[in-house]
């Protein structure tokens, strides 16, 4: 079936330096889209949105882009600190199917003093 | 103000057993998702309960059912429980359904379900 995807499974990036994360979708109907964070314990906390009639949406230290060409998407996190360490997940928000979510595989990111 | 609130936190059950998990929706919100995540993958819908309804259900077996109550808040049933069963159970509630905005749909930290 149609899926959300990660292309790496686990990043290492030095404090200070930018992270991109990646993500592939194949349903070419996917009209909006969702980075989520998880850390050990938690659930997985919103870091930004964007919809498919946009290329690029900017939030504080992130920026999310969208490929709709090849079905692509990134998360790009500046100046990486050491609470950014944790697992990233892309998410697909089919809104007419009400708030179901699907979720990619997901990111761990280590942050590396 | 409270968030999502799930309980109990831990659980181990026996193959075979019944377990009921219940989650609290932060005040005002009237939807709530249930999803499983097993230990190394994305979460995975469940349900979605509007205003009591099931307005959403994904690819898993009849062992598992969901009731939301008139103050919004919903549990998860699951039967006959299996190993594969064995996950984090995630609760989400936003203040209503359908809408393309995930500003309002907040994660509880969820119950981490072990099948023994």
């Known amino acids: 079936g149609e899926s959300v995807g990660l292309h790496l499974p686990t990043l290492s990036v030095q404090e200070g330096d930018n992270s991109i994360i990646n993500c592939a979708y194949s349903n070419s109907a996917s009209d909006y889209f969702i980075w989520y964070k998880q850390e050990s314990g938690k659930g997985p906390q919103f870091i930004i949105d964007i919809r498919s009639n946009m290329d690029k949406r900017q939030g504080q230290r992130v920026t999310v882009l969208l490929n709709k060409t090849v079905k692509h998407l990134s998360l790009q996190i500046a100046a990486t600190q050491p609470g950014d360490s944790a697992v990233y997940f892309c998410a697909e928000n089919r809104g007419a199917a009400g708030n179901k979510l699907t979720f990619g595989g997901g990111t761990r990111v280590l942050v590396k003093p | 103000d409270a968030g999502v609130t799930q309980s109990p936190t831990h659980l181990i059950k026996t193959r075979g057993q019944h377990v009921t998990l219940r989650c609290s929706p932060i005040s005002g919100h009237k939807s709530v998702s249930w999803y499983q995540q097993v230990l190394g993958q994305g979460p995975q819908f469940i349900f979605q309960y509007y205003e009591k309804e099931e307005r959403g259900r994904g690819n898993f077996p009849d062992r598992f059912s969901a009731r939301q109550f008139p103050n919004y808040s919903s549990e998860l049933n699951v039967n006959a429980l299996l190993l594969g069963d064995s996950a984090l159970y995630l609760c989400?509630?936003?203040?209503?359904?359908?809408?393309?905005?995930?500003?309002?749909?907040?994660f509880g930290s969820g119950t981490r379900l072990t099948v023994v």
């Open positions: 989400a509630s936003s203040v209503a359904s359908g809408t393309q905005s995930s500003y309002g749909y907040t």
